[in-house]
């Protein structure tokens, strides 16, 4: 299993970014895929979290309403399109991917951590 994140960078505060992420080596429409992110010296934050058991996109509370899961299943690729963006966004964004039939809440909540990983990908929101 391999996922690589890109997009990431630095932008001002109200503005927008659409994150990346390539899958490989899995069947991107079975597992559980999402997105999380992680500031130095505090809990990792599940952002997004799609389950192809349910269907269902969970988002985080913090960002709800700003950020759009989204998936391009021909290409394996999911993608994380970050709107009005704040400074408390800054983080490093990983993409994740899971084989277990569970809901997304499970994986974003931290109920249950996904098994596999990418390299995490910096966004700064800053003026």
């Known amino acids: 299993v391999q996922l690589v994140e890109s997009g990431g960078g630095l932008v001002q505060p109200g503005g927008s970014l659409k994150l990346s992420c390539a899958a490989s080596g899995f069947s991107f429409g079975d597992y559980v895929i999402a997105w999380f992110r992680q500031v130095p010296g505090k809990e990792r934050e599940g952002v997004a979290c799609?389950?192809?058991?349910?269907?269902?996109?969970y988002y985080g509370d913090s960002v709800k309403n700003r950020f759009t899961f989204s998936t391009d299943n021909a290409k394996s690729t999911m993608y994380l399109q970050m709107n009005n963006l704040k400074p408390d966004d800054t983080a490093v964004y990983y993409c994740?991917?899971?084989?277990?039939?569970?809901?997304?809440?499970?994986?974003?909540?931290?109920?249950?951590?996904?098994?596999?990983w990418g390299q995490g990908t910096q966004v700064t929101v800053s003026s």
């Open positions: 994740a991917a899971d084989p277990r039939y569970y809901s997304g809440s499970y994986f974003c909540r931290g109920v249950v951590p996904p098994n596999f």
């Open positions: 799609f389950s192809n058991r349910d269907k269902i996109t």
